[in-house]
């Protein structure tokens, strides 16, 4: 018997169908526990956890991903002074390149990627002050 759920890994939410294998393979009846399904959880969390991408908290001034990718460049520098709408930072995404810009006026106070990271959805990018 089949049971569908909702999970949440790392703050993201999947909708899953769960069908416990006994033997040989073949379905068996849901027991009424979801042990098979938080050790599926478990599992999918530490992968991620183990996943070499960068994360973190943001602050007034962060600019944050707007779409989980690679970092393909990064097009200020440390110091400079950026006005609003200026571009920071390129992420390709399958194949296709999304240029962030700034959301204000300052100057990078820091960097938190390099090219090459692999970024998630929020991930900061520049900190402008």
């Not at 089949?2 to 033997?23: C, N, P, T, W």
């Not at 530490?46 to 007034?60: I, S, Y």
């Not at 600019?63 to 390709?92: F, Y």
């Amino acid at each position: 018997m089949q049971r569908k759920f909702r999970i949440s890994v790392d703050g993201r939410s999947y909708d899953v169908a769960v069908e416990e294998l006994v033997g040989e393979g073949s379905p068996t009846a849901w027991p009424g526990s979801v042990a098979a399904a938080s050790a599926a959880v478990a599992s999918a969390s530490a992968t991620a956890a183990a996943a070499t991408t960068v994360r973190a908290a943001t602050a007034a001034g962060d600019e944050v991903a707007p779409l989980a990718g690679t970092i393909q460049s990064i097009d200020v520098t440390q110091g400079q002074t950026v006005k609003a709408g200026d571009p920071i930072v390129v992420i390709e995404a399958m194949k296709m390149k999304t240029a962030v810009h700034a959301k204000g006026a300052g100057k990078v106070v820091a960097i938190a990627v390099k090219v090459g990271d692999a970024v998630d959805t929020g991930a900061v990018l520049v900190t402008i002050a």
